[in-house]
């Protein structure tokens, strides 16, 4: 039985492979490099894992898990005003994405820019990574136009809100302008508080 704290040789590949592919993209990073970080043999990684894609695959559900993880123990979860709960959400991210110690990369959207046409088995994890980041987001809009009496496409509201993410950390990447996420998400921020004000 493992000691409480304790990463098995798993969890550290998935780490190694999380960080490296975020960093280097996927296509880049060989599992010798995985191996390296990790700590691990590159026997236990065919243990593990059957492939590089395999272990993509399972860094992707690991990051999808991450993410509602840290949406779950945020501080908007605190408030039970649906609106505020819903700027805090917002901010949440808009303030996670500013640290100057954040890695300013999204592992879905960069996986997916990469292997789209080449991985259909990591499109598809990644997809998955983004429906339901959506899905989380769409019941908090869902949740605030009811308290205040609007209709709302919340499908296609929490759809812009990944969008604009997504591209905000492409431009980031071509420009290294640390101000080009803080004011996309900022002006989506408010499209959609306006939105839901009825302007």
């Given amino acids: 039985m493992l ?32 191996c390296q970080q990790g700590g691990v043999t590159k026997g236990a990684f065919f243990h593990h894992f059957a492939s590089k894609e395999a272990l993509a695959v399972e860094c992707l559900a690991a990051w999808d898990s991450m993410v509602a993880g840290l949406e779950n123990r945020a501080p908007f ?28 990369s999204c592992l879905a959207g960069t996986t997916v820019q990469e292997v789209a046409d ?23 809009l869902a949740a605030a136009a009811k308290a205040r009496g609007r209709r709302l496409n919340a499908a296609s509201l929490a759809r812009l809100w990944i969008t604009a993410m997504q591209g905000s950390l492409i431009l980031y990447k071509a420009s290294q302008d ?22």
């Fill in 178 to 199: 640390d101000s080009v996420i803080t004011e996309s998400l900022t002006h989506v921020k408010h499209y959609i508080l306006e939105r839901l004000a009825g302007r």
């Fill in 118 to 140: 080449t991985h259909p088995k990591l499109r598809d994890a990644a997809q998955a990574c983004f429906v339901s980041g959506q899905e989380r987001l769409e019941k908090l």
């Fill in 77 to 104: 979860q605190a408030t039970d005003d649906p609106v505020k709960k819903l700027s805090g959400y917002l901010d949440f991210f808009i303030g996670l994405f500013a640290n100057p110690r954040a890695l300013r």
């Fill in 3 to 34: 000691a409480q704290g304790t990463t098995t040789a798993r969890e550290k590949l998935v780490q190694a492979g999380t960080d490296l592919f975020r960093r280097r993209g996927y296509t880049a990073t060989t599992v010798d490099e995985i």
